[in-house]
C-alpha cells in the first residue's frame, strides 16, 4: 500500500488531506513538525511527503534540505503545499529543489489525489544548482510573501483569540527571517532573536526604542515604507535597503 506523511501546520489542512488521501487508499502519517516528519520518514520509508511553506518549526525549504542530506530517506518525493495565490514564487523556488509538483490550497478532493499520484508517477529528479545567493534571495521573497499574507489573515478576521495570539507568537518565535512588531511611534513592541541578532543588541535592550535609534543608517531608506503601511494598510514587500555592519568595519547588511 503506497504512504505519505502530511507535514502540515494547520489542523484542519492535515484532517482534509488525511481524510481524502486515506480514503484513496493510502496509508497516512501527520506530522507538525520537520523534525518528527524526518524521523516518520526513517521509520516508514514513505512513498511521498506533502510539505507546507512555514511551520511551527521550520519552513519547507529547510526541511527539504535536510531531507535531501538524509541518506536513508533523501530521494523522498515530496509535494509543497502552498496557498493558491504563493503557487507561481512557490513553484519558481521549488524547481530549485527538485520539487515538481505543486499543490495549492484550497483544493478539491481530486486534485489531492490527482496531484500525488503524478508525483509518484514522475520519475526522480535531481535538484537544479544555482547560485547560494539566487536560491537564498528567492527564499527570502517566498518568506516574505508567506509571512504578509498570514498576517494579512489575522488582521482581517479581527480575532482576539487564543488561536490566533498563538499563530502570532509562532510566527514571531519560528520565522527564519528576522520578524518584529512596531507601534505607531514605531517604537519596537516585540521583536525575534534573528532580527535582534541583526541589529546587534538584546531583544531588551531594544524594546520600547524606535526604530530609528536602533538602526539610524537604516531608517531613512525605510521610513516612507513604514508610514505607508500604516496609512493604507497595505504591504510592502522586496524593497531592498543596505546599512552598515558595525562588527565588520567596511562591510553591511543587505536587508529584503
Same mark, same amino acid.
Not at 90 to 111: M, N, Q, S, T, Y
Not at 177 to 196: C, K, P, Q, S, W
Given at each position: 500500500?503506497? #504512504?505519505?506523511?502530511?507535514?502540515?501546520?494547520? $489542523?484542519?489542512?492535515? &484532517?482534509?488531506? $488525511?481524510?481524502?488521501?486515506?480514503?484513496? /487508499?493510502? %496509508?497516512?502519517?501527520?506530522?507538525? %513538525?520537520?523534525?518528527?516528519?524526518?524521523?516518520?520518514?526513517?521509520?516508514?520509508?514513505?512513498?511521498?511527503?506533502?510539505?507546507?511553506?512555514?511551520?511551527?518549526?521550520?519552513? /519547507?525549504?529547510?526541511?527539504?534540505?535536510?531531507?535531501?542530506?538524509? #541518506?536513508?530517506?533523501?530521494?523522498?518525493?515530496?509535494?509543497? =503545499?502552498?496557498?493558491?495565490?504563493?503557487?507561481?514564487?512557490?513553484?519558481?523556488?521549488?524547481?530549485?529543489?527538485?520539487?515538481?509538483?505543486?499543490?495549492?490550497?484550497?483544493?478539491?478532493?481530486?486534485?489531492?489525489?490527482?496531484?500525488? $499520484?503524478? *508525483?509518484?508517477?514522475?520519475?526522480?529528479?535531481?535538484?537544479?544548482?544555482?547560485? %547560494?545567493?539566487?536560491? =537564498?534571495?528567492?527564499?527570502?521573497?517566498?518568506?516574505?510573501?508567506?509571512?504578509?499574507?498570514?498576517?494579512?489573515?489575522?488582521? &482581517?478576521?479581527?480575532?482576539?483569540?487564543?488561536?490566533?495570539?498563538?499563530?502570532?507568537?509562532?510566527? !514571531? #518565535?519560528?520565522?527564519?527571517?528576522?520578524?518584529?512588531?512596531?507601534?505607531?511611534?514605531?517604537?519596537?513592541?516585540?521583536?525575534?532573536?534573528?532580527?535582534?541578532?541583526?541589529? /546587534?543588541?538584546?531583544? %531588551?535592550?531594544?524594546?520600547?526604542?524606535?526604530? *530609528?535609534?536602533?538602526?539610524?543608517?537604516?531608517?531613512?531608506?525605510?521610513?516612507?515604507?513604514?508610514?505607508?503601511?500604516?496609512?493604507? /494598510?497595505? $504591504?510592502?514587500?522586496?524593497?531592498?535597503?543596505? #546599512?552598515?555592519?558595525?562588527?565588520?568595519?567596511? *562591510?553591511?547588511?543587505?536587508? !529584503?
Amino acid at each position: 500500500m503506497r #504512504s505519505v506523511v502530511i507535514l502540515v501546520g494547520r $489542523a484542519a489542512d492535515r &484532517e482534509l488531506l $488525511a481524510t481524502v488521501l486515506g480514503d484513496a /487508499g493510502y %496509508t497516512v502519517f501527520e506530522a507538525v %513538525t520537520g523534525e518528527l516528519a524526518i524521523e516518520i520518514a526513517r521509520a516508514e520509508h514513505p512513498d511521498v511527503i506533502i510539505a507546507d511553506i512555514l511551520m511551527p518549526d521550520v519552513d /519547507g525549504y529547510e526541511f527539504v534540505r535536510t531531507l535531501r542530506a538524509d #541518506s536513508a530517506v533523501g530521494n523522498t518525493p515530496v509535494l509543497f =503545499y502552498p496557498a493558491a495565490d504563493a503557487v507561481e514564487e512557490v513553484r519558481r523556488l521549488a524547481d530549485a529543489f527538485g520539487i515538481p509538483h505543486v499543490l495549492a490550497k484550497p483544493c478539491e478532493p481530486e486534485d489531492i489525489v490527482e496531484v500525488v $499520484a503524478e *508525483a509518484l508517477r514522475s520519475p526522480p529528479t535531481l535538484p537544479i544548482p544555482l547560485p %547560494t545567493e539566487a536560491i =537564498y534571495r528567492e527564499h527570502l521573497r517566498v518568506l516574505n510573501a508567506k509571512l504578509v499574507a498570514t498576517v494579512d489573515e489575522l488582521v &482581517e478576521a479581527k480575532k482576539q483569540t487564543d488561536e490566533a495570539r498563538a499563530l502570532l507568537e509562532t510566527l !514571531l #518565535s519560528t520565522a527564519p527571517v528576522g520578524f518584529g512588531l512596531v507601534d505607531r511611534e514605531f517604537r519596537v513592541r516585540r521583536i525575534n532573536e534573528t532580527l535582534a541578532a541583526i541589529n /546587534g543588541a538584546p531583544i %531588551t535592550d531594544q524594546l520600547g526604542r524606535t526604530v *530609528a535609534e536602533i538602526v539610524p543608517d537604516l531608517w531613512p531608506q525605510i521610513e516612507a515604507a513604514h508610514r505607508h503601511v500604516l496609512s493604507t /494598510g497595505e $504591504a510592502v514587500v522586496n524593497r531592498e535597503a543596505t #546599512s552598515r555592519n558595525p562588527d565588520v568595519p567596511g *562591510a553591511v547588511h543587505v536587508w !529584503l
